[in-house]
C-alpha cells in the first residue's frame, strides 16, 4: 500500500511540471541588432567548415498544451567566431513544424561576443498568430552569471554526445 502511493507520487511529479511548463507562454526577449527578413527555408544550417554541431529540436505548443502544426520558426546567430553574417543568410534559416508540432535544427555551436552569454536568437509564429520573439541559452555557461539578459526559463536542456550537442526546447505559443 505504502509502495503504490510513493509510486503514485513519483508519477505525479513529472505530470505536473509537464502541464505547467506548456501552460506559461515562452518569455519574450529582444531581437536584437542582428535579425533579417527572407531567411531561407531550411533545417539544416551546417556548412562543410563546421567545427560543432548541434541538433535542436522540440515542440511548439499552444497555452493548452495543443500541438500547434506548421509554426514559423525562424532561427539566427553568431558564428564560430561571434560574428553574424549582416550581408547573407550563414547561420539563418526558417521552417515550419510538422503536423504534430515537432521541429528540428541542425546547426553549430554558436561563439560568445562581447556582452553576451552564448544564445540563439528565434521567431516563433503560430499560423495567424503574434510572432514571439526571444533567445536561447546554454546550460553551464559561464557568461549566464553575467550577462542580465540571461533567463532560466530559456535555457535548453543540451546532452553532449561526443562532438555533438543535443539540445532540446519547446515553445508555448498563442495560436
Ligand atoms: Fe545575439
Given at each position: 500500500m505504502q509502495r503504490r502511493q510513493i509510486l503514485a507520487a513519483a508519477l505525479l511529479i513529472p505530470l505536473e511540471g509537464l502541464a505547467q511548463t506548456c501552460g506559461a507562454p515562452t518569455p519574450r526577449q529582444t531581437e536584437g541588432p542582428f535579425f533579417k527578413t527572407q531567411?531561407?527555408?531550411?533545417a539544416s544550417l551546417v556548412?562543410?567548415?563546421?567545427k560543432s554541431k548541434l541538433v535542436l529540436t522540440g515542440v511548439v505548443l499552444s497555452p493548452q498544451c495543443k500541438p500547434v502544426a506548421n509554426a514559423l520558426l525562424d532561427f539566427w546567430h553568431a558564428d564560430e567566431?561571434?560574428?553574424?553574417d549582416n550581408r547573407g543568410f550563414r547561420y539563418r534559416g526558417h521552417q515550419f513544424s510538422d503536423a504534430q508540432g515537432r521541429y528540428r535544427l541542425e546547426t553549430i555551436v554558436p561563439a560568445e561576443y562581447p556582452g553576451r552569454a552564448r544564445h540563439i536568437h528565434v521567431k516563433v509564429q503560430a499560423p495567424g498568430g503574434r510572432v514571439l520573439t526571444t533567445q536561447l541559452y546554454f546550460p553551464d555557461e559561464p557568461g549566464n552569471r553575467t550577462d542580465?539578459?540571461?533567463?532560466r526559463e530559456l535555457t535548453m536542456q543540451v546532452v553532449r554526445k561526443g562532438a555533438q550537442r543535443d539540445a532540446r526546447v519547446d515553445f508555448v505559443v498563442a495560436a
Open positions: 531567411s531561407p527555408m531550411r556548412e562543410k567548415s563546421a567566431e561571434g560574428d553574424y542580465g539578459s540571461y533567463r
